[in-house]
């Protein structure tokens, strides 16, 4: 299955956006892991703007990017959106609410704490009404993700937005589920080439692939091992680089997704 990309969006670490992004991805720089800084869409209403979460922030700063390089309009774009989790630092919040006598959990946490709360706010900015696919397979979820999006953008002949995020939990959480730092990416899939086109992504499952492709700097690595929606690395280091590579990553059981990538 092919599929071409139009537009990305990145957030992490030292991960400021794609453009600023690719030549450290790409190791023509040495990548620097400065903290993410976050704010608010200025696309949402004042109101969801001051109640937005930092998976929230983080989805639709990624998906901003990447469609506005697309340049297609976001409210005629169906979304697949993928997470691990959901918001680690909401779950956290909840749960310490429920382990008090009162267990008054606030409506907006709730609400922020669904799975599919980005994609709601996403929603709300966009103005879109199109379909909103949302997904979570543990640490394959990127990889189930990307599938997802392949399969709808081919099927239905039209481009697909992928955000995927993840973020770190709170104590006592993190003990047994460690994210290591904020991640997020987005990816406008295309069922054709097109002039916006920046490269084709040939898409298979296998199980005889052998080891998933791994970042060369280590502290890329680190965040690639330490946050389910940095296994997109490797792809993404392929991208920058702009060649012919392939890229295998984890899916389910012994299953792997391989990618090979070429520049258009």
Partial sequence: MDVFVEGI????????GWEASS?????????????????????????ERRRAIISVKLALAVGEEAISQAQLDASKTATVFTSSGGDGEVIGQILETLAMPAREVSPTRFHTCLHNAPAGYWGIASRSRERSTNLAC??????????????????????????AYDSPHTPPVHATRPICAVFGVALVLCPGAGAR????????????AGEPSRMRQEALEALRNGNPAARSLPLLAALARKGQERIVMDYVGDSRL???????
């Fill in 258 to 264: 391989v990618v090979a990538t070429a520049p258009c």
């Fill in 9 to 16: 969006g990145l957030r992490g670490p030292g991960l400021s």
């Fill in 197 to 208: 086109s920046l490269a084709r992504l040939s898409i298979e499952i296998r199980r005889d």
């Fill in 138 to 163: 543990f640490d394959a979820s990127f990889t189930a993700g990307l599938l997802e999006a392949a399969v709808e953008a081919t099927v239905d002949g039209r481009p697909i937005l992928l955000i």
């Fill in 23 to 47: 030549p450290g991805l790409a190791d023509a720089a040495p990548h620097e892991s400065n903290p993410i800084v976050l704010s608010s869409s200025l696309l949402l209403p004042p109101a």
